[in-house]
């Protein structure tokens, strides 16, 4: 059974960082392509970040040069590491294997002004 749960979301300033986890269960990870996505009350779910299973990594035009996703195929982990936050980062973000219906519950971002 696939699970996805995320971690590490929390209040942060502006121009502070966190890093979110996702921990995988499964068979299906070290195979898939992984994804960060986020949506703000009011908003359509976006994509945030994008990495293959060999590690190719895409990228928001948004959080460009700022975060940063990476995973541990070994661990079954993906992370997304976001520095020099912004208010308009604040969203739930959602750990995904890309192209397909399996998703974390999210957590919550919020960064103050």
């Known amino acids: 059974q696939v699970r996805l749960v995320e971690s590490g979301g929390g209040l942060v300033q502006a121009g502070g960082s966190l890093r979110l986890s996702c921990a995988a269960s499964?068979?299906?990870?070290?195979?898939?392509?992984m994804a960060w996505y986020r949506q703000a009350p009011g908003k359509e779910r976006e994509l945030v970040a994008g990495?293959?299973?060999?590690?190719?990594?895409n990228y928001a035009d948004s959080v460009k040069g700022r975060f940063t996703i990476s995973r541990d195929n070994a661990k079954k982990m993906t992370y997304l590491q976001m520095n020099s936050l912004k208010p308009e980062d604040s969203a739930v973000y959602y750990c995904?294997?890309?192209?397909?219906?399996?998703w974390g519950q999210g957590t919550q971002v919020t960064v103050s002004s």
């Open positions: 499964g068979t299906l990870f070290t195979l898939a392509p």
């Open positions: 990495i293959s299973s060999g590690g190719s990594a």
């Open positions: 995904r294997i890309a192209r397909t219906t399996f």
